[in-house]
């Protein structure tokens, strides 16, 4: 199981120690979620704090884009370190299109679905990706409950990945515990976002160790 600590809940005025917590945890992959306050009711990371964060990070950078207008920043996500850049399929009217500019600048492509999102809307793309995002709360806010309907989603969509003979791996963001992280690795999920139940625990690592022990 990959594990992709989210820097949401981590302490602001101290990310550089956190990141080096997790650059000595068996984490994979630094959860970073960028929100504009448009497409969803919040703001947090800009490219300077991602920027910052990468010069201390020694783990791929798995970049959430909860923005409109992604393709006018794909570029500048590649200079501060994106390794995996995800954009919403609801914020993209020309999916394919921000796909390919994403390989383009040389970063493996993610797309995100809100929890109203049915997974049957990437049957004709679902090939070109590297990673589908199953939003398992609403986008927006860490430490929300997590939405049970997402344990089907994901039964779905790994059918249809498996069907397409795509590669790409499934994420799961929003509410994960180690209960919610056993039903959604036995139901097929390859990655696992955790915030505040990794941030908030009293040992973090050992707690990101718990998570990679789910499969």
Known sequence: MIISPSLLSC??????????????????????????????????????????????????????????????????????????????????THLHRTIQLIH??????????????????????ICDLDLVLIMSVNPGFGGQKFIPQAVEKVRKLKKMIQESGSSALIEIDGGVNLEIGKLLADAGADALVAGSFVFNSENPSKTITDLKGLN
């Open 11 to 92: 302490d602001f005025a101290n990310i550089q120690r956190d990141v080096e917590m997790l650059n000595h945890s068996s984490a994979d992959w630094l959860h970073i979620d960028v929100m504009d306050g448009v497409f969803v009711p919040n703001i947090s990371f800009g490219l300077p704090v991602i920027q910052a964060m990468n010069r201390h990070a020694k783990k791929p950078l798995d970049v959430h884009l909860m923005i409109v207008n992604p393709d006018q920043y794909v570029a500048d996500f590649k200079k501060v370190g994106a390794d995996y850049l995800t954009v919403h399929y609801e914020a993209c």
């Open 104 to 125: 383009q600048h040389e970063m493996k492509a993610g797309v995100a679905l809100n929890p109203h999102t049915p997974v049957e809307v990437l049957s004709e793309i």
